[in-house]
Structures are given as C-alpha cells and as structure tokens.
C-alpha cells in the first residue's frame, strides 16, 4: 500500500518499540488523543484509519471523537464490545499469584504453539515479523512483561461504552472478519456492522492475524476502500472472502 499512500504503524503501549505506560490499554481517549498527536505533528489533514483487535476499540474511540478528521474507517477482528472474552491461553495470566507463577509457561506456549498454529502456513515468511512482535517479551523477564500487558482490565468496563459510540460514526466503515477466527467471535463483526450506519463486512479466509494470514486480501480490499485501485478478485486460489453491506435499523 506505500506506493499509493503514506503509511503510519502506530505501536500501542508495551508492544513493538514503544515503551509501557501507567495505564497501558486501560485509557482508549488517552491513547485516541496519542494518536490525533501524530496527525498533528505530521500535517496531516485528514487520514483514513485502520485498527485490529484491540486497535479496533481504539481507532473507533479516535473516530468518534476526532470525526471531521476522517475519511474512512477500517477495523479488522474487531474487538470492541464489552462482552470480549480474552483468549482462553491468556486468562491463566490474567489471574493473580497463578498468573506470576505460570507466566513462563504461559509465554513459552504462547509464541512457540499458539503463534506457529496462527500463521500457518505462511509462518517460513513471517519470521521477522513474530520476531519483531517477540521481541518485548523475550529475555529473562520476558513472560513478567507479557502478562502486564495482558492485565489491561477488565473488557466489561474498558469497552462498556463502544456499542453506543457505534452508531454515532458517520464515516464509511470496512469490517474484516477472519473465518477461523479462535480470538473474537464472529458476531461481532455483525454486530458493529448493524450498529454503524452503512458498514460492511467482509469475511476473509483467515485466523485472528488477518493482515498476516491473507494480506493480499486486505491490501487489495483496503485500495479499493480508499480509492487506491481496484479490487483484486474475491476468488482465487486459496482466498475465499464474502462482502455483505448492513444497515443500521
């Protein structure tokens, strides 16, 4: 997608390279006002934004507060109602004592079982990327850091307010819902999809990493989305995807 735009990758809190902070993934405004930061220091008028998983929550808190500021909106395995369950792995080291003590375990699971199965089969392609991905949470404290991160809250009162922000954006919204999907349910791509005015939803043959799992898909889908290019087909071999409009009632 650079030969046609600009493209800013934003870290959150803890992960990639940029450093934790106090309230980690607990404060959405707190980081929607981050990122209008960055939009700032970089003249940008106004920006399409994407989001995945827990960056679907923040992109539509960014989205609702700063509207005028953008175009199109696009979330991927969205993560954004308060009924979320953290993956079944992840929920050992959310608890506390139990969680200090099998975070090791957890971590070593984690990135050499759960990550190998989630990028299959292009994970020999990928190994840079998990790599960079890996990296926080690798050394002697690794596992420690891991589970700070995962200790962002409880999704009950984090994203209490997201379903009745949902209606209120009036940007087109793109929703990317991977079909293998073990991490966030598929309803709830449906779900903000009949919540946000003129939404759509789009199924992609992949697990929860859609951009990893078939980014030729969302690339091409993303173009279009923006007015970049035209889509590429939606059949060809081995990426399956459906589009399916929904209006808000």
Known sequence: ??????????????????PTTSDGLRQLETLAEKIEQIRVEHDIERWHVVGHDAGSAIAVHYTHRFQDRVDRLALLSPAVFPELKPF??????????????????VNAIFWKVAMRQALEPRRSELNDTVEDFHAPFSGPFGAWRLMSIL???NPAEVLASMPAMLPQLKVPTLIFQGSRDKAVPEQFAQRACALIPGSKVITVDSGHFIPLNNPEVVAAELLSFFGGTAPQSRHTQGQTESAVPCFSS
């Open 1 to 18: 997608m650079r030969d046609r735009f600009t493209c800013l990758t934003v870290d959150l809190p803890g992960l990639g390279k940029t």
């Open 88 to 105: 079944h792995l992840f929920r050992i080291v959310r608890s506390p004592v139990i969680g200090e003590l099998l975070a090791p375990v």
């Open 151 to 153: 200790r962002w809250g």
